[in-house]
Protein backbone atom coordinates (compact mmCIF):
# COMPACT_ATOMS: atom_id res chain seq x y z
CA UNK A 1 0.00 0.00 0.00
CA UNK A 2 1.96 3.26 -1.32
CA UNK A 3 0.95 6.95 0.42
CA UNK A 4 2.38 9.79 0.46
CA UNK A 5 2.37 11.78 3.78
CA UNK A 6 2.98 15.57 4.10
CA UNK A 7 4.07 17.67 6.82
CA UNK A 8 5.64 21.41 7.46
CA UNK A 9 2.42 23.57 7.13
CA UNK A 10 1.09 26.42 9.28
CA UNK A 11 0.46 30.05 9.60
CA UNK A 12 3.23 32.10 8.97
CA UNK A 13 3.94 35.75 9.01
CA UNK A 14 4.45 37.53 5.48
CA UNK A 15 8.40 37.07 4.58
CA UNK A 16 8.85 34.22 6.70
CA UNK A 17 9.84 30.53 5.70
CA UNK A 18 8.79 27.18 5.73
CA UNK A 19 9.50 23.63 5.23
CA UNK A 20 7.30 21.36 4.04
CA UNK A 21 8.05 17.15 3.34
CA UNK A 22 6.94 14.65 1.85
CA UNK A 23 7.44 10.72 2.68
CA UNK A 24 6.09 7.88 0.50
CA UNK A 25 5.99 4.28 2.04
CA UNK A 26 4.75 0.87 1.48
CA UNK A 27 6.03 -1.40 -0.81
CA UNK A 28 8.12 0.69 -3.83
CA UNK A 29 9.69 -0.32 -6.58
CA UNK A 30 10.73 3.28 -8.04
CA UNK A 31 9.71 7.15 -7.86
CA UNK A 32 9.69 8.84 -10.81
CA UNK A 33 8.71 12.41 -11.21
CA UNK A 34 7.85 14.26 -7.43
CA UNK A 35 6.28 17.45 -7.16
CA UNK A 36 4.02 19.93 -5.26
CA UNK A 37 0.55 21.45 -6.20
CA UNK A 38 -1.16 24.25 -4.38
CA UNK A 39 -4.63 25.54 -4.22
CA UNK A 40 -5.47 28.83 -2.88
CA UNK A 41 -9.27 30.23 -2.06
CA UNK A 42 -11.33 30.23 -5.07
CA UNK A 43 -8.43 29.28 -7.47
CA UNK A 44 -7.47 26.61 -9.48
CA UNK A 45 -4.68 23.67 -8.03
CA UNK A 46 -1.54 24.59 -10.46
CA UNK A 47 1.88 22.77 -9.99
CA UNK A 48 4.52 24.59 -7.97
CA UNK A 49 7.61 23.23 -8.58
CA UNK A 50 8.86 19.67 -9.61
CA UNK A 51 11.80 17.47 -9.38
CA UNK A 52 12.96 14.13 -11.60
CA UNK A 53 15.08 11.45 -9.53
CA UNK A 54 17.87 12.81 -11.53
CA UNK A 55 17.45 16.28 -9.65
CA UNK A 56 15.92 18.44 -12.43
CA UNK A 57 13.80 20.95 -11.33
CA UNK A 58 10.93 22.89 -12.32
CA UNK A 59 9.26 25.70 -11.31
CA UNK A 60 6.22 28.00 -11.61
CA UNK A 61 6.85 31.47 -12.54
CA UNK A 62 5.38 32.61 -9.11
CA UNK A 63 7.42 30.80 -6.88
CA UNK A 64 11.14 31.12 -8.56
CA UNK A 65 13.75 32.74 -6.70
CA UNK A 66 11.48 31.95 -3.72
CA UNK A 67 11.11 28.24 -3.19
CA UNK A 68 13.23 25.21 -3.77
CA UNK A 69 12.33 22.19 -4.13
CA UNK A 70 14.93 18.61 -3.26
CA UNK A 71 14.59 15.51 -2.68
CA UNK A 72 16.31 12.10 -0.31
CA UNK A 73 16.06 9.00 -2.66
CA UNK A 74 17.39 6.98 0.40
CA UNK A 75 14.60 8.20 2.36
CA UNK A 76 11.44 8.66 -0.51
CA UNK A 77 10.86 12.04 0.71
CA UNK A 78 10.50 15.05 -1.17
CA UNK A 79 11.00 18.77 0.35
CA UNK A 80 9.98 22.53 -0.35
CA UNK A 81 11.76 25.27 1.01
CA UNK A 82 9.87 28.29 1.20
CA UNK A 83 11.03 32.00 1.43
CA UNK A 84 9.99 35.28 1.17
CA UNK A 85 6.52 34.07 1.09
CA UNK A 86 3.69 36.66 0.18
CA UNK A 87 -0.38 36.23 1.71
CA UNK A 88 -0.78 34.87 -2.22
CA UNK A 89 1.20 31.90 -1.27
CA UNK A 90 -1.83 31.03 0.92
CA UNK A 91 -3.05 27.90 -0.21
CA UNK A 92 -3.47 23.76 0.53
CA UNK A 93 -0.18 22.31 -0.76
CA UNK A 94 -0.69 18.82 -2.01
CA UNK A 95 2.16 16.39 -2.61
CA UNK A 96 2.52 14.42 -5.70
CA UNK A 97 4.60 11.87 -7.08
CA UNK A 98 4.87 9.10 -9.89
CA UNK A 99 5.56 5.66 -7.91
CA UNK A 100 5.85 1.96 -9.54
CA UNK A 101 5.12 -0.55 -7.04
CA UNK A 102 6.41 -3.73 -6.16
CA UNK A 103 4.80 -5.92 -9.65
CA UNK A 104 2.81 -3.21 -10.52
CA UNK A 105 2.49 0.19 -13.25
CA UNK A 106 3.82 3.10 -11.81
CA UNK A 107 0.77 5.23 -10.87
CA UNK A 108 0.52 8.86 -9.34
CA UNK A 109 -0.24 9.61 -6.33
CA UNK A 110 -1.19 12.61 -3.92
CA UNK A 111 -0.77 13.36 -0.51
CA UNK A 112 -3.30 14.37 1.84
CA UNK A 113 -2.75 18.30 1.86
CA UNK A 114 -1.39 20.95 4.00
CA UNK A 115 -2.56 24.19 4.95
CA UNK A 116 0.27 27.13 4.32
CA UNK A 117 -1.15 30.45 5.72
CA UNK A 118 0.22 33.30 4.96
CA UNK A 119 -0.69 36.68 7.02
CA UNK A 120 0.02 38.84 9.37
Known amino acids: QVQLVESGGGLVQPGGSLRLSCAASGSILRINVMGWYRQGPGKERELVAAITSNGRTNYADSVKGRFTISRDNAKNTVYLQMNSLKPEDTAVYYC??????????????WGQGTQVTVSS
Open 96 to 109: NANIAPISFVALDY
